[in-house]
């Protein structure tokens, strides 16, 4: 079975600062992992993605997440938080074989002024 | 412009109604899901198809059906809506790609309210 823990339902960081969102997963097979971000009264669009390679991966708007399978861990970071990105932030896993994707629970971000 | 969409955007429906959310993707994906949304919560899986007269129940036991007769529309359809059916709803799509897992592109969803 594959899961997805995300450490922190609500992040707030003020403009500027470093973005750190915590994700987990437990898998008992090679992940795909994909964070998603959601802004208010819209559906889910992908950040990035990781499936095989490189463990460190750049996505859109400037964020990037590292893979590190010895902690089973796939955080989120941004260097710079800006105000746009205020949203909810969900990590998923999957695996070649499964018919879907998991969620993790979100991580609402607040980024104060 | 290939996308994914969902009718209606909201809907506020009486106890005992019967209700079909739609979505239509046009990216010719054969893979396609319907998600459950509540504020705090995980995205629960309620139905996934991997192509054309293909459907399988998610993890979340669910009062509702879905039907894929043609690969660009994957309706969820509650027989009997009861307020504890009041949620987001998120249809999805992704390709089926042999060995490889990719993203899974989403619509705007559907905010159903049952009084």
């Known amino acids: 079975a594959q899961s997805v823990t995300q450490l922190g339902s609500h992040v707030s960081v003020s403009e500027g600062a470093l973005v750190l969102l915590r994700c987990n997963y437990s898998s008992s097979v090679p992940p795909y992992l994909f964070w998603y971000v959601q802004y208010p009264n819209q559906g889910l669009q992908l950040l990035l993605k990781y499936t095989t390679g490189a463990t460190l991966v750049k996505g859109i708007n400037g964020f990037e997440a590292e893979f590190k399978k010895s902690e089973t861990s796939f955080h989120l970071t941004k260097p710079s938080a800006h105000m746009s990105d205020a949203a909810e932030y969900f990590c998923?896993?999957?695996?070649f074989g499964y018919g879907d994707m998991r969620f993790g629970a979100g991580t609402r971000l607040t980024v104060k002024p | 412009e290939a996308d994914i969409y969902q009718t209606p955007r909201y809907l506020v429906i009486g106890t005992g109604k019967k209700i079909t959310l739609e979505c239509s993707q046009t990216?010719?994906?054969?893979?396609m899901y319907w998600y459950q949304q509540d504020p705090g919560m995980e995205l629960h899986l309620i139905h996934y198809s991997y192509g054309v007269n293909s459907t399988e129940k998610g993890d979340l036991s669910s009062e509702s059906t879905v039907s894929r007769i043609r690969t660009e529309h994957f309706p969820l359809t509650l027989e009997s809506a009861r307020p504890s059916h009041t949620s987001q709803y998120l249809c999805a799509s992704s390709e089926n790609r042999i060995r490889v897992v990719t993203e899974a592109f989403f619509g705007q969803g559907t905010r159903l309210t049952v009084v």
């Open positions: 990216m010719g994906h054969d893979k």
């Open positions: 998923a896993v999957s695996h």
